[in-house]
């Protein structure tokens, strides 16, 4: 297995093949296995929406670039014959003569080959865009939708127990497990060089229990919406306190309000209440969404019936490298999910997140480099008083926190605060031209863009070609903020790898970008000693019980 090319990471559950074969009938079960498998894969990543998948142009669509497409179907022609305008099929021969039920697809014509028809299972609502560089639209993906006859099979799927063989596997049929031991772990590094043998283990622990409570109070949720005819409801209205309050005492197997407290058994051995949870404290942080609720159940779906095909309460999670080196998991499972979710699938974890990250690490890249200037006091403030501004920011601008934290991250990296729509700031206000207005003017957050821009000029400059702390290149940084970014992002990721070099990889539950959870306690000054023996870097890290 090692002398070949790297496996794919790209995994589907074989029973969810065999209900395609069964349902979608001979047209499906003739084409080639690969175009079955790519299609299987389409049909579970993309059969719900969440915030990861949800096309930026139609909320209904989910986003296919070439490259997933060529992944999944070996070639984006085949895809477009096969789907869209018709095909043929002729038989597999091998020296014997035709291999029984195996056929060769062909675009064109062929002898002893017989057309067929579009299968139409996939429809495209969203044409990308192209050449069009100057409007800065160029590379938006396009947008589909599964035919609704597939959709609703899939839906049922999700939530049977076919009396089948159940597993996750790639086209070539194998196994998590077989896949990590090629990669030495979770992790697939294509542009970093750093041994495979700093790696996790790619099978993590979920709490079905607790998901299960997370989804009954989501279920409870989206009918109160329903029955007020909303999409949303505000924090701190009589609704939201109403709901909050009811959620706060669901009791699992009891029902989704009014049941009995009950006490969960966390991942990591210990008992937590599932009152006052993390996940519901998260769930009502910012208001009830009918859109974020619905995310939400589709995320837990996911995770369920991905267990479920294990035969166990675990789920594999790969990790690929992003163009900076950031850790990215495969389809944002966990990682990209609501916290909400995140919260309740690792309850009884632990959480070690870096304090001030990027802001930190930014200063000290400075002084390495013998490079102060006055201005560089408000980041230093940031860094020894960070949540106090944030609560002061919070009030000053009447935002929750979360969003206070991806401003100050999005100015870090040299963001500018403008009222331009396709500028990071509004997106993170959501729209709300108010709090951009407040945002925009408001004195400390000026001082501190006016900062990154200096920081910029001394740590990028004129520079053409950037190498960040785990080697990776980049020729193309046109934007202030990707070239930040990549420095910045580099060396977190030396901090990660630091890291689990030092720790059991079976003891690691997730990895997210600037911070690690561990399924066990671990002594935070201990994993500042670490970070600074193997990195220089002088970083301290808050814990957080799931």
């Known amino acids: 297995m090692n002398k070949r090319k790297p496996p794919s990471t790209d995994l589907f559950p074989s029973s969810l093949l065999y209900e395609s074969q069964q349902i979608l009938g001979e047209q499906f079960s003739k084409l080639p296995h690969k175009i079955q498998t790519g299609y299987t894969l389409v049909f579970c990543n993309h059969s719900g929406l969440i915030r990861h998948n949800t096309h930026n142009r139609r909320a209904d669509s989910f986003p296919m670039d070439n490259n997933e497409v060529n992944r999944y179907f070996t070639e984006r022609k085949n895809f477009r014959a096969v789907n869209d305008n018709g095909y043929f099929l002729r038989p597999k021969y091998s020296r014997h003569g035709a291999i029984e039920e195996s056929y060769v697809l062909s675009r064109t014509k062929v002898e002893g080959g017989a057309r067929y028809e579009p299968t139409k299972w996939i429809i495209k609502t969203v044409f990308a865009f192209e050449g069009r560089s100057n409007l800065g639209v160029t590379g938006s993906k396009n947008g589909y939708i599964l035919d609704p006859e597939v959709k609703s099979f899939i839906d ?35 542009l970093s060089k750093v041994t495979k043998r700093i790696n996790i283990n790619v099978q993590i622990k979920i709490n079905i229990e607790s998901l299960l409570l997370h989804k009954e109070q989501l279920n ?16 701190g209205s009589t609704q ?55 995310e939400r159940l589709v995320e837990i779906t996911k995770l369920l019936a991905t267990a479920r095909e294990q035969g166990s309460n675990t789920i594999p999670i790969f990790y690929e490298e992003a163009k900076t080196g950031r850790y990215t998991a495969k389809n944002a499972t966990l990682q990209g999910f609501h916290k909400s979710v995140r919260y309740a699938a690792l309850k009884g974890c632990y959480e070690y997140d870096l304090n001030a990250a990027h802001q930190n690490i930014l200063i000290q890249l400075l002084e390495r480099e013998g490079v102060d200037f006055p201005e560089l006091e408000v980041v230093r403030d940031y860094v020894k008083n960070k949540q106090k501004i944030r609560i002061e920011l919070a009030k000053s601008l009447d935002a929750p926190i979360e969003i206070i934290k991806e401003i100050i991250q999005a100015l870090t990296y040299g963001a500018q605060l403008t009222r331009n729509k396709k500028q990071s700031i509004y997106e993170i206000c959501e729209g709300d031209e108010k709090l951009l207005e407040r945002v925009i003017k408001n004195p400390w957050l000026e001082q501190l863009a006016k900062t990154f821009l200096i920081a910029h000029k001394h740590l990028v400059g004129t520079k053409k070609i950037l190498k960040n702390a785990v080697g990776i290149k980049s020729e193309s940084l046109s934007k202030k903020a990707e070239a930040m970014a990549h420095i910045l992002q580099g060396c977190e990721r030396q901090v990660l790898d630091a890291l689990i070099k030092h720790s059991k990889p079976k003891d690691i539950a997730l990895l997210v970008h600037d911070c690690i959870v561990y399924y066990t306690p671990k002594n935070t000054s201990d994993l500042s000693r670490i970070v600074f023996e193997e990195t220089g870097f002088n970083l301290s890290f808050s814990e957080e019980l799931y």
């Open 220 to 235: 409870y949720t989206q009918i109160m919406l329903s029955q007020s005819n909303t999409e949303t409801i505000s924090k």
């Open 240 to 294: 939201w306190k109403e709901i909050v309050a009811k959620l706060e005492h669901t009791g699992g197997k009891g029902g989704a309000a009014g049941g009995q407290e009950k006490d969960l058994q966390a991942l990591g051995g210990v008992k937590v209440k599932n009152n006052h949870s993390k996940s519901l404290k998260s769930l009502a942080m910012k208001g009830f969404k009918s859109i974020s609720i619905n």
């Open 156 to 190: 049922a799927w999700f939530e049977s127990d076919l009396k089948v063989n159940r597993e996750l596997i790639n086209y070539k049929g194998e196994s998590a497990n077989e896949i990590a031991k090629y990669f030495g772990g979770a992790i697939y590094r294509s």
